[in-house]
């Protein structure tokens, strides 16, 4: 339960587990990492076809970067729900700090997949 409610909402799984501080320091840290990485034109990816296709089918560096992305959990499926980061690559990549923005919220889901393992480490009893 704490790890789903962990990736769904950063921060949450500790607090499930009554870890209140650490909870809501890394939901600020995450959310407001993914935030600024919207605010800065970051890029929401999902997983395309590549072109030309490849033994793989998928561009593989689209998929390693929707599979960070989508470790901010809700932050991810809402954003893209709402069209926010879709704009296609050639006109996000105007902007100039378009990097900065995808880095920012790929960042946000990688550090999401620790927070994760530290509240599963934590229910499980391995950790205080």
């Known amino acids: 339960m704490a790890v789903l409610a962990a990736w769904l909402v950063p921060g ?26 919207l605010s800065l034109h970051g890029h929401l990816y999902w997983p ?3 072109e030309p296709p490849s033994a793989f089918h998928f561009d593989l560096i689209t ?20 069209g926010l980061g ?11 700090t378009f990097e900065y923005g995808s880095t920012f919220m790929f960042l946000a889901g990688l550090l999401n997949y620790l927070v994760i393992h530290d509240a599963f480490d ?3 009893g391995r950790k205080r």
């Open 12 to 37: 949450a799984g500790h607090l499930v587990l009554g870890r209140r501080g650490r909870g809501l320091l890394f939901f600020v840290t995450i959310v407001g990492a993914f935030v600024l990485g």
């Open 48 to 50: 395309t076809v590549a």
């Open 63 to 82: 998929v390693l970067w929707f599979l960070a992305e989508i470790g901010s959990g809700l932050c991810y499926l809402a954003s893209y729900g709402m």
């Open 86 to 96: 879709t704009i296609p690559i050639p006109q996000a990549a105007a902007a100039p």
């Open 122 to 124: 934590i229910a499980a």
